[in-house]
């Protein structure tokens, strides 16, 4: 039957070609034609198969070329053409052989005045020009011209026929040697003003295709350089600038307004961001950095760019499309252990890392006056639970400090009762607009009354009008060769009455130790001062933020706003108000402007430039050593008004897209609010949008590839209160100095009796800071022999942090992990009686102090030094994977090592891992993998905490190997030190969009949480694996108890399905069958696990449905 179609259509074919009776040719275009109109595309490439085109195009020329072309024949025929032509990917190729594009123009130019004729003529050309070579031929035999002529002015007759050939065209002017030859004929200005004349007649907008194909004309010819300046010339800017003004709101417009943005941003003239150099303002002497090369003058050439430029978008989709053909492939790559990249003698250097499984404990022997008293009792019985909203917590005093005393952290709720629910129990902030004060929705409490109800005394009043005060406020580090000046005792005596007039206890924090440890500190540029929220301390807000609901067309609003700055400078300040670069001070006091300050630890601003009154240009800082990584932000700004929205650019970010744009906000710290009880940093912005700027990097000369682009972020702000002091950050902070206080509080916190905490230093790092190594486990029972060899024979987990410096959130996620490991929680006593915890919280303390944003001092990127590491060059990382090694060697292989980072493009949190299998079947490569054996464990962990934490998604997990991660932390451990549980996880900077957290941007609170979580998670992997011990399951299944009336039904559910280990998940599939109950009360009755297990009982029908109803398939 196939074979009789194809001979039918292959008859009708060539008869076609080889008639010459009129009414035969007529049949089988009617014949053709209806075939065609019903029916899928199928038919049309089965008829372009059998020689369908050439048929036509034949057809066609032969028509054509006779005395007298009959148009009943050639209107049908192209009408075929137009329809085939756009599914034959050659046709264009097919039209120039057989000369039909010749013959087409002919007939064009032949029909000029006769529109019927002179449309089927443009559809076929359409068609024609859809390929780039045929439109290049197209336009060397006149084509332009003569679709000129067609073009004419508004007019309300023959329209489809102007339509089309405008659509054709702009098809002609994708040719980069028809672009030229516009420029060149001056059709730029012309199609400038048919535009100008459609769009000020067309006042109903009946013929918005019309005006649109004329945009895409003028798109197409700015993609040169030489159509860019023509396009400048002919005053193309402030035409279509005006020509958008009043259409933004019109969504029948909408073809319109999207073409003209592109133009205009194509347009922009490019320049070099208003710095003399790329580089880093900061620089530090280390091996084989080269000196920049000094900046060149640029050219135009500089920024050409031939590329298809983004579409205006105000879209909300984010999705991260991962890239296959970054996958690795080759299987020996992926299953190879590669030898020790050091001397095998060089690894005891880490048995003093190690003490725990050396110490003899003879301390636990009691002595006389050993025992604590009833005061340092009840400091050492603390317990803190990271949560959501944790508003209480430990401090220390000064005089605390000195004398080493314990402190009691406040009893919370049991890290059980915070496990994901089916519900949320988060209560959102109201949403507010643009002029509400976002204090006023985080806190309950008035500006104007303390935390404690009663009004502002006098001396507070004083405060805060002092509170925009630099010297005052910022607290600059005691030096010791200035401890006696006057003016150091004058701010030493202030810094004690703030402290004593406003500072409330809170979680971890002490601000004399934390100026102690500033102190200690060395940072590139020597900083001497701190910025108030990081000495002050935060306080994590009652109840979470939603996230910013993005207001349709913002983007589009503020590209026409840099447009304005082009066309109309009237306006423009352009006034430098900081800078990093100057060496004399360029802030007026006195002036209106804001001021600006960012040399603190953490620190991030560049240079502030005065736009309008109140809109500033900010640029960032790249990363020490280097021209790149300009993203994270933290500075201190003052002088604002009251109520008065200032908006900031950031101008020089580099990330092709962020969360920014998904509703994601900034965050604000105000110091007045801090010194009213309410310290807290809460997310703060509107009208924010993050989008490719005008501003392109110099050539390779600075160090960089040719014509990169930057983005820019925008966001507008309302401060809280006039002549405030206001620090702005990327993310919330989290300091080098932060965390040392943050260690030492806690050490001082922890029973030494029931906790082992041990912190020593990892090494030192090339600016000269220790990286801090926690060893966090019980202590034994006593100092007999079985007690000591069970606490040796702990299983060991690598947690480690913050080696992407502008990665903060990773350290708000391991501060969280920390409080929770020393807590008094019953699961952090089981996980510390279980498991020996090592933590290097920060492995890149010197990007952390400098403000960067992902690089070492040497400007490199420490998550790729992994591989090969050097001792003198990347030390941290040299000695953490030395210390792997160590374990390694002695046969303590870490269970499960972890790296925390953040993550710019996704929400929720996740886990990167390493799987060969699933590398290889997503890559689709030929190598087959039915004789790989592979522990297929690695994803037991993510699937716990997916239950469990409220943040943790699984669907956003990954276990893919690239080849870009070969020499990340995660890659090596796996590869090298044969971890299959080796992981990344990854936190947003944003917030959730599923679960209890949907909709809702990260605090620190819900960061922390996580941290603790992980904890929890790790106790449950060892529940559910075959050799957890028997002593274990006894305490899990007494712990549940225990925590049954706190529980809900829900939570219950939750918590046994997740502690529900694989023994008795099998027992369950062979002694149990969808019709029956749960017959197997009795079968182990003598097992520990039977507390645990026979509690499913209580929810028995929904644990079947959920887990067992498709067991069998």
Known sequence: MAEQEASGLQVLLQTLQSSLDRESILAILQLLGDLLSVGTDRRIRYMISKGGSEALLRTLVDTARTASPDYVILLPLFRLLAKVGLRDKKFGQKALELEALDVTLILARKNLCHSQNLLHCLWALRVFASSVTTGAMLGINGAMELLLKVITPYTQKHTQVIRTAAEVLAALLKSKSNSRRAVNRSYVPRLLRLHQDWHSHDTAHSFVPIRRALLLCLKHIAKLRSGREAFLAAQGM??????????????????????????????????????????????????????????RVLTEEDYEDDSEEEEDKDSDSEDVKEEDDDLETDVNKLSSKPGLDRPEEELMQYKAMCLELSCSFEELESKPGDDLNSDETEYANHHHIPTAASPKGLFLNKDQISGGQEKEVLVQNSLLSRVKMGRSSIHLTSKRGPGMNSYRNVHSNDPGIDSSGSDVSDIQASFLEDAGDMDAISCPRISASFSNSTKTRETAEFIDQLLQTHLKPMVFHDPYLYMAKARRTRSVADFTMMAFPDFWGHCPPLSAQPMLQRKCGVQRIKILEDVRRLIQPSDIINKVVFSLDEPWPLQDTASDCLQFFSAFESGNLRKAIQVREFEYDLLVNADVNSTQHQQW???????????????????????????????????????????????????????????????????????????????????????????????????????????????????????????????????????????????????????????????????????????????????????????????????????????????????????VINGNHRCSLRGEDLNRQWLSPSAHLQPTIYHAKGLLHYLGSIGRRPTVFCDFHGHSQKKNVFLYGCSIKETLWQAEATVGTSNLSEDVSYRTLPKILDKLAPAFTMSSCSFLVEKSRASTARVVVWREMGVSRSYTMESSYCGCNQGPYQGLQFGTGELEEMGAMFCLGLLVLELKSGSCSHQLLTRAAALLNAEEESLDFYLQRQLLICLLPKSLMALLHSKWTPKDPLPWVGVVTAEPRKEINFRLLSFEMDFKEEYFGNWKT
């Open 633 to 847: 932000f933290y500075f201190k700004v003052s002088g604002m008004r009251a109520a008065v929205p200032y908006r900031f650019n950031i101008i020089n970010c580099e990330k092709p897209n962020s969360q920014f744009n998904y509703g994601m906000q900034l965050t604000l710290y105000s110091v007045k609010e801090a010194l009213l009880g309410r310290p807290t940093w809460v997310r703060t912005g509107y009208d924010i949008c993050y989008y490719k700027n005008h501003y392109r990097q110099r050539t390779a000369g600075a160090g960089a590839a040719s014509g990169k682009c930057y983005y820019t972020l925008t966001f507008a702000v309302i401060f809280p209160h006039a002549e405030d002091a206001c620090y702005l950050a990327y993310h919330y902070p989290y300091t080098y100095s932060a965390l040392m206080t943050h260690l030492d509080i806690l050490g001082k916190s922890v029973n030494r009796k029931q906790v082992y905490f041990r912190q020593e230093v990892l090494c030192q790092t090339l600016g000269g800071n220790s990286c801090p190594l926690v060893t966090i486990t019980a202590m034994p029972e006593s100092d007999r022999a079985d007690h000591l060899e069970q606490f040796r024979q702990r299983p060991y987990q690598v947690i480690t942090a913050r080696v992407h410096p502008g990665e903060s959130n990773a350290s708000w996620v391991m501060k969280g992990t920390l409080e929770f490991l020393v807590s008094s929680d019953p699961v952090a006593r089981l996980l510390r009686e279980n498991f020996i915890f090592k933590i290097i919280p920060m492995l890149n303390p010197d990007g």
């Open 238 to 295: 402030e035409i279509l600038f005006s020509i958008i003004q009043n259409c933004l709101d019109d969504q029948s417009l909408e073809p319109v307004i999207s073409i003209v943005l592109q133009i205009l941003r194509q347009c922009y003239p490019k320049s070099p961001l208003p710095l003399l150099t790329t580089s880093s303002t900061y620089s530090f002497p280390v091996p084989g950095i080269v000196t920049s090369e000094a900046p």
